[in-house]
């Protein structure tokens, strides 16, 4: 295809080509690969951007050096990426898009050099990042997240061993355990945050729940293979001490010595690109406690053209988002003329039905694992890590009169720093609601502007005509 | 926090707008004795005070109007007074430095028209105002690596800069500490007489009534204005503003659009897009123009990572220059607007808080007055 | 707090030191790898940081590789012989135009 001759020639060091496409689909985790593969069995030219060194987003990240796939997880993986690779679809591994700008005008960097492109339609599929848990202490070299942990085991097969812990809730949390310790490695102990009496919560849920049951049976084979060999502790209080780095956990005020603590709170929808879209409405989700774009049953936004699959849409998982991701591309070749709208509404019928099956279980998890209360967090605990503001200092700016996150941010720093408010955004939302006692609904999140990544200043002058 | 029924809501004066200017006037009038409540819209009001740049600035101010001029240089050196102050309410520094600001050239043709332009000030009485070439530019700023380009710039050892977001914090928690009130969350629908003052009606449903009246509400400011009789035509003029990741120092002085500023960022601004829209997206073709001349000025910084961008709305009158009335229909209540709320905080928070009390313009300020813009067409800004 | 399941191929150099790692993997976990945790000094208060998300989100792995300053760790592919070290505060310049 002379598209990509050209693309290639501009990553030797010529000028950055602008070209159209039918179909820009952002991500190349479950949604992003199913929505490119399904665009291109309907004959549209597709562009696939993604930061990745390669396909599978976070979840199947790295699956294809690990095959042939052993767990069901990788199973799906592969079966997606093999088909995507095989899909006819312009693939961009190490692309990081940084702006949507109206009429399909997408701006993204690659190899240290700015791009763009203009899309007849795009497909958003960011997927989710992990909940910040913010602690006393978290600060600490020697304190990650749990999905950091998941990632060094996928990508070289880094093991836990030694003094590590893991704490916090969610499903996430103990897969990585159960993934760990078939691996061989070694957990000290896990400090369940989880609010108690999860079960009694979940339990008006259950019966939808057990539309798929194999999600609960799953988890509760997790939850017993772990427990047998790493010892669970229910706390309410966590805190990370050491000089220089991590040496001990207090759980409780009780003190064990840790070298590694790996913090997980569930995952929210990676919202950064929508929200600064202007004109993409966002609402918020009272059960998950997060943004998320206002959807269709396709997924089209409130934007013409612009749709948004898989988990950035809310968090339903992998299978869901590879689901949404072929729906959304059929109703983008809908809208380009590609199929019909009686073809559009036969092939999705049944990959809704799937879908809604694949979501059955959302209401009874998001009861058993609701958020941490923002409202506990310690005064002076960091929330902003980049510019080292904390909660109390948040807390001051509402008693001054900030309603929302953006004058806070303009009164503390907070959200200023290179990470644009991704790690902080739901904590400083939180604890502004907290604070003022209101819902999170009524409390402005960041607002987010293009560039969504931090790029050099050399890269955007030189798009400068 | 609502103030209806509450014993707080008889006002001696309310401040319509949170801003630079309404903060400055509801800190000064507050520390003056008086009861204010400032009443404010909600977390994304269109708010010129956060795309400030952060100058406290005389160098390019007032050219064909004295009155501005003397106004600015009158609060310029008010300012040091300020920023102390400032800083203490604030719980931090405000980060002023009149360390004299500059104005880059970068071929002959800009310093022949700046050359033109410091005369003409020059005439009209700013001092101190002087033309730089790049040998002296060089010497003044030892170790800035300046870019090949930079032909010189003009200087003004008067000028300075400072963090407008903390002394917009510090403004407001001192009008707090001197028993104002801040009332967020809801724009002002309607301004009714009542005896002895006024009723304010808001979106919310709320009430507040207050002796006087000051409207300093931005680019908001004309139908509030027309509330009380008066025609203030302020339209908004977008401004699109970058700022890098924290850099080791490396820009001594600040320049009009690139700074360094105390945290170490360096400020790249601002854009000055009249199209009387009310977006404010950035735009990469605005922002790659931005930091294709910063790089100019300063190559090194095309290895910097840009970590925020965004777009403000500042208040433009037809002329550009900044207006101040008492309503004649509506004695008590006044409007205040301008573009240079930082530089001009100082006598906002001083010398027209006074007035707002007092019901007596200050000279100088007298003379801004928007009777000029009648049969007035949209001019250039300044 | 981190063991290998899967050999190395190569060394890079961390603060003149020789470390093992895996040519193609991110340098952030080859370092964790290798037991380091603190990979920079924040530009705010000089504190020691290490990576939290490993997926290009926190900015906390900043390091310098090869000269170049601020460089996110975990969106670095180790080659053989790559030589970093930690990034002491804000990025630093030299002037090269004087």
């Not at chain 1, 409130?302 to 699959?309: I, L, N, Q, T, Y």
């Not at chain 1, 080292?388 to 929302?404: D, F, M, N, P, W």
């Not at chain 2, 000064?28 to 010129?48: I, K, N």
Request: a neutral charge.
């Amino acid at each position: 295809m002379s598209v990509a001759d050209e693309w290639t020639a501009a990553k030797d060091g010529a000028a950055p080509v602008a070209e159209k496409v039918d179909l820009l689909v952002l991500g190349a985790g479950p949604a992003g690969m199913a929505a490119a593969t399904e665009a291109r069995a309907h004959g549209m030219s597709v562009l696939v951007l993604d930061e990745n060194a390669a396909p599978g987003g976070q979840v199947h990240r790295a699956v294809e050096a690990r095959l042939p796939a052993k767990d069901d997880q990788d199973k799906d993986g592969a079966k997606l990426a093999a088909a995507f690779r095989a899909s006819g679809a312009q693939y961009r591994p190490g692309a990081t898009l940084w702006a949507v700008e109206p009429e399909g005008k997408v701006f993204w960097s690659e190899a240290g050099a700015a791009r763009s492109v203009r899309a007849e339609r795009l497909i958003l599929c960011a997927g989710a990042t992990e909940r910040p848990l913010p602690i006393p202490g978290w600060t600490l070299p020697g304190v990650m997240s749990v999905g950091a942990a998941q990632i060094a085991l996928k990508t070289s097969g880094l093991v836990p061993e030694g003094a590590v812990w893991l704490a916090g809730q969610g499903p996430l949390l103990w897969l990585y355990a159960v993934q760990a310790l078939a691996k061989g490695g070694r957990i000290a102990g896990i400090v369940d945050l989880s609010p108690p009496g999860g079960l009694r919560r979940a339990q008006p849920h259950l019966l939808r729940a057990l539309k798929a049951p194999e999600y609960l049976w799953r988890g509760l084979v997790w939850q017993r293979q772990v427990k047998r060999a790493v010892q669970v502790i229910p706390a309410r209080d966590l805190r990370a001490e050491g000089e220089g780095r991590l040496a001990r956990i207090l759980v409780d005020g009780v003190a064990h010595p840790a070298d590694l603590l790996l913090l997980h709170d569930g995952v929210v929808p990676n919202t950064q690109v929508t929200r600064a879209i202007a004109g993409l409405t966002h609402g918020w989700d009272p059960v998950q406690r997060c943004w998320r774009p206002g959807l269709d049953l396709w997924g089209n936004t409130a934007v013409p053209g612009v749709m948004v699959a898989g988990d950035s849409g809310g968090i339903g998982g992998a299978r869901a988002a590879a689901l949404s991701g072929r729906i959304a591309a059929l109703e983008a070749g809908r809208a380009l003329g590609r199929i019909t709208t009686d073809e559009r509404d036969g092939r999705a019928g049944p990959l809704r039905l799937l879908r809604d099956r694949q979501l059955a279980p959302r209401l009874f998890l998001d009861a058993m694992f609701p958020p941490l209360p923002e409202a506990a967090i310690p005064d002076e605990t960091v929330l902003c890590r980049c510019e080292e503001v904390t909660a109390g200092r948040v807390r001051q700016a509402v008693a001054l009169g900030c309603l929302g996150a953006n004058q806070t941010k303009a009164f503390t720093r907070a959200g200023m720093g290179p990470c644009q408010g991704r790690i902080c955004g739901p904590a400083v939302h939180g604890v502004i609601a907290a604070a003022r006692g209101v819902q999170g609904g009524e409390v402005d999140p960041f607002r987010t502007r293009f560039p969504t990544k931090p790029l050099t200043l050399g890269e955007l002058a030189a798009l400068a005509g | 926090m609502s103030s209806h029924g509450s014993p707080w809501d008889s006002f001696d004066v309310a401040i319509i707008g949170g801003g630079m200017v309404g903060s400055a006037i509801g800190f000064g009038c507050a520390e003056r004795g008086a009861r204010v409540a400032m009443l404010d819209e909600g977390d994304v009001a269109l708010r010129a005070a956060r795309g400030n740049f952060g100058l406290v600035w005389s160098q390019s101010k007032g050219d064909g109007m004295p009155a501005y001029a003397a106004w600015t240089r009158q609060s310029v050196a008010l300012w040091p007074a300020l920023a102390e102050r400032a800083s203490t309410l604030a719980g931090r520094d405000v980060q002023y430095r009149a360390v004299g600001g500059l104005t880059f050239c970068l071929d002959d043709a800009e310093f022949a028209a700046r050359q033109l332009f410091v005369q003409r000030m020059h005439n009209q009485g700013q001092e101190g105002l002087q033309m730089l070439d790049r040998h002296q530019l060089r010497e003044l700023m030892s170790g800035c690596p300046l870019g090949p380009e930079v032909r010189g710039a003009s200087y003004q050892p008067a000028d300075g800069h400072v963090d407008p977001l903390t002394l917009l914090r510090g403004l407001q928690a001192g009008m707090r500490a001197a028993g104002g009130v801040h009332l967020p969350g809801a724009s002002v629908e309607s301004i009714t007489p009542i005896a002895g003052g006024y009723r304010i009606t808001r979106a919310d449903g709320s009430e507040v009534s207050a002796r006087r009246i000051v409207i300093a509400a931005g680019v908001m400011t004309s139908p509030l204005a027309k509330m009380v009789g008066l025609d203030v035509p302020v339209r908004p003029v977008r401004g699109q503003n970058i700022v890098t990741e924290r850099l080791a120092p490396l820009l001594p002085l600040p320049a009009s659009a690139i700074r360094q500023t105390g945290d170490g960022t360096v400020q790249i601004g601002v854009t000055s897009e009249d199209d009387g829209s009310f977006e404010t997206a950035t735009t990469t073709a605005a922002l790659s123009r931005m930091a294709a001349r910063a790089l100019r000025v300063l190559p090194v910084l095309a290895q910097a990572r840009m970590v925020r961008s965004w777009a403000a709305l500042r208040p433009m009158t037809p002329d550009g220059f900044p207006a101040y009335a008492e309503s004649r229909t509506h004695p008590g209540c006044f409007v205040a607007t301008c573009h240079s709320g930082v530089t001009l905080a100082a006598v906002h928070a001083g010398r027209l808080a006074e007035a707002v009390l007092t019901g007596t313009l200050p000279e100088h300020a007298r003379d801004l007055h928007p009777d000029r813009f009648v049969g007035m067409t949209h001019v250039s800004s300044h | 707090m981190f063991r290998r399941t899967e050999p190395t191929d190569c060394t890079i150099e961390w603060e003149g030191r020789a470390l093992p790692a895996r040519a193609g993997e991110s340098l952030a976990v080859a370092l964790l790898a290798a037991g380091i945790t603190s990979f920079r000094e924040t530009p705010v208060t000089g504190t020691a940081r290490g990576p939290l998300c490993l997926m290009g989100a926190c900015f906390d792995c900043l390091v310098e590789v090869e000269g170049a300053q601020n460089i996110q760790a975990c969106l670095t592919q180790v080659t053989p012989g790559m030589r970093a070290g930690i990034q002491h505060g804000a990025r630093g310049f030299v002037d090269d135009a004087a």
